[in-house]
């Protein structure tokens, strides 16, 4: 059964930081593309920042500069450390498997003083 489970998120202040965790399990994790999306309250959801299984990384134009994208196979974990967070990056943070398209359930994300 794969499953994707999300940690790491929370209230935070304009200006801090955060690092998500994804675990992965029940599919070979090393071979597969994984993306962190996130969804703001009426908005749609959007692609954050991809990390290929070969480690290339991309990222959306919002976060380029101040989030990162990693993964480590060993612990079928990726991650995404985000810096100098500011109001708009508010979200519910999901990680995606390019396997089957799997979704974890979510991370909240509140930046906010």
């Known amino acids: 059964q794969v499953q994707l489970v999300e940690s790491g998120g929370g209230l935070v202040q304009p200006g801090g930081s955060l690092r998500l965790s994804c675990a992965a399990s029940?599919?070979?994790?090393?071979?597969?593309?994984m993306r962190w999306y996130r969804q703001a309250p009426g908005k749609q959801r959007e692609l954050v920042a991809t990390i290929s299984s070969g480690g290339s990384t991309n990222y959306a134009d919002s976060v380029k500069g101040r989030f990162t994208i990693s993964r480590d196979n060993a612990k079928n974990t990726v991650y995404l450390k985000m810096n100098s967070l500011k109001p708009e990056d508010t979200a519910v943070y999901y990680c995606?498997?390019?396997?089957?398209?799997?979704w974890g359930q979510g991370t909240q994300v509140t930046v906010s003083s």
């Open positions: 029940g599919y070979i994790f090393s071979i597969y593309t």
């Open positions: 995606n498997t390019g396997y089957q398209n799997y």
